[in-house]
């Protein structure tokens, strides 16, 4: 009787499709020559049965294009296949790349993410939440414009389990973030390795901790070298304005004073310190080779030449957050805790390594 429930509901829910038009999970297990339970079991990963019978029966749906219906295994899973992701960052910069690797490692289980950009407003955080609690969500990211920051979410209100992304982590919560004391010592690493000994540093606003941990990379790289930090790191906005500022700093020292290489804290930065060097003759990366950070390819590829920068890997960011918040769902046992995920260093032309030597 059961089993006829569950079939009558993928028949009559079936995605507005006529259900006499449409394979169900009663024709698979029929084709398969088992139970509509053992049927339905095998198709959602659930009960317990011989590998091979599993993938027979995933095989024979999948070969007859058998496609669940979401209503449907919501009723019967008491799940909506529904993520949430929550964000203050409403220009996209970071949560676009983050919601990105969320769906890339949801497609393939069926869920889908329902995306909520909110500003820094509790009461409006409340009723976007509630509004994802009504629609039965089943877990929550909650992406960030910095990671020293939370947004206003109150966890205990939240009846659901939270992953956090790009934001600060709050005591037994979990967490994913760049690695950005990795990420800036891989890039003045490279610059050492291209052979420069004299690397300045310019970076944004020392109220964010990503400028910290970003400036410690520096100095770590260049400790291991042996080589001293050239001057003090010079902090200001993350803008092209102040990077253009620091460039004419540069500028006007004698060419023997200069740094032979200026590691950025991010791409604007680099790209308005580029365009100060540029206007007063000097070349880039044959005299001062720059490298920045984000990989924010609207400036990284417009920038001439095309910026060396660190990628902060958002989008594998936001893909193992969804894989976690899954097994969270299902109740599998998760350490709480921030995770710094490794960023990768992406090689152009303005660090000088495509330069021949020659030149």
């Not at 089993?3 to 006499?20: C, K, M």
């Given at each position: 009787?059961?089993?006829?429930?569950?079939?009558?509901?993928?028949?009559?829910?079936?995605?507005?499709q006529?259900?006499?038009?449409?394979?169900t999970?009663?024709?698979?297990?029929?084709?398969?020559?088992?139970?509509?339970?053992?049927?339905?079991?095998a198709?959602?990963?659930?009960?317990?049965?011989?590998?091979?019978?599993?993938?027979?029966?995933?095989?024979?749906?999948?070969?007859?294009?058998?496609?669940?219906?979401?209503?449907?295994?919501?009723?019967?899973?008491?799940?909506?296949?529904?993520?949430g992701?929550?964000?203050?960052?409403?220009?996209?910069?970071?949560?676009?790349?983050?919601?990105?690797?969320?769906s890339?490692?949801?497609?393939?289980?069926?869920?889908?993410?329902?995306?909520?950009?909110?500003?820094?407003?509790?009461?409006?955080?409340?009723?976007?939440?509630?509004?994802m609690?009504d629609?039965?969500?089943?877990?929550?990211?909650?992406?960030?414009k910095?990671?020293?920051?939370?947004?206003?979410?109150?966890?205990?209100?939240?009846?659901?389990?939270?992953?956090?992304?790009n934001?600060?982590?709050?005591?037994?919560?979990?967490?994913?973030?760049p690695?950005?004391?990795?990420?800036?010592?891989?890039?003045?690493?490279?610059?050492?390795?291209?052979?420069?000994?004299?690397?300045?540093?310019?970076?944004?606003?020392?109220?964010f901790?990503?400028?910290?941990?970003?400036?410690?990379?520096?100095?770590?790289?260049?400790?291991?070298?042996?080589?001293?930090?050239?001057?003090?790191?010079?902090?200001?906005?993350?803008?092209?304005?102040?990077?253009?500022?620091?460039?004419?700093?540069?500028?006007?020292?004698?060419?023997?004073?200069?740094?032979?290489?200026?590691?950025?804290?991010?791409?604007?930065?680099?790209?308005?310190?580029?365009?100060?060097?540029?206007?007063?003759?000097?070349?880039?990366?044959?005299?001062?080779?720059?490298?920045?950070?984000?990989?924010?390819?609207?400036?990284?590829?417009a920038?001439?030449?095309?910026?060396?920068?660190?990628?902060?890997?958002?989008?594998?960011?936001?893909?193992?957050?969804g894989?976690?918040?899954?097994?969270?769902?299902?109740g599998?046992?998760?350490?709480?805790?921030?995770?710094?995920?490794?960023?990768?260093?992406?090689?152009?032309?303005?660090?000088?390594?495509?330069?021949?030597s020659?030149?």
């Amino acid at each position: 009787m059961v089993e006829s429930g569950i079939g009558a509901v993928a028949d009559v829910l079936a995605d507005g499709q006529d259900a006499s038009l449409r394979v169900t999970i009663k024709d698979v297990a029929a084709a398969a020559g088992v139970s509509i339970s053992t049927a339905s079991k095998a198709l959602n990963e659930r009960g317990r049965m011989s590998g091979e019978t599993r993938e027979r029966i995933q095989a024979v749906a999948q070969k007859m294009g058998f496609r669940p219906n979401a209503m449907a295994r919501a009723l019967v899973g008491q799940r909506s296949f529904t993520l949430g992701l929550l964000t203050n960052d409403t220009y996209g910069r970071f949560t676009l790349p983050i919601a990105a690797g969320l769906s890339v490692a949801m497609a393939d289980r069926g869920v889908s993410v329902f995306l909520c950009a909110i500003d820094d407003d509790p009461e409006r955080v409340r009723s976007n939440i509630e509004a994802m609690e009504d629609k039965r969500v089943d877990g929550l990211v909650v992406s960030g414009k910095r990671v020293d920051r939370v947004l206003p979410v109150d966890l205990p209100t939240v009846h659901m389990p939270v992953v956090y992304v790009n934001a600060a982590c709050p005591d037994g919560a979990i967490g994913f973030v760049p690695d950005d004391e990795g990420g800036a010592y891989a890039a003045v690493s490279h610059l050492v390795e291209l052979g420069r000994r004299r690397i300045a540093h310019i970076t944004g606003p020392r109220s964010f901790s990503a400028v910290g941990l970003r400036e410690q990379g520096w100095e770590r790289a260049l400790s291991e070298a042996a080589l001293p930090c050239f001057e003090e790191a010079l902090s200001g906005e993350w803008s092209e304005r102040f990077g253009y500022e620091a460039g004419q700093r540069f500028v006007t020292m004698a060419s023997a004073d200069r740094p032979d290489a200026v590691f950025c804290g991010n791409d604007q930065i680099a790209r308005g310190f580029i365009d100060a060097l540029t206007l007063s003759g000097i070349r880039v990366p044959q005299d001062i080779a720059v490298v920045g950070f984000d990989n924010w390819e609207i400036f990284a590829a417009a920038t001439r030449p095309p910026l060396t920068t660190v990628d902060m890997a958002l989008k594998e960011l936001g893909r193992q957050a969804g894989i976690t918040l899954l097994d969270l769902i299902d109740g599998k046992p998760v350490e709480a805790g921030q995770r710094r995920l490794a960023c990768r260093l992406m090689v152009r032309e303005s660090c000088g390594a495509s330069i021949s030597s020659s030149d």
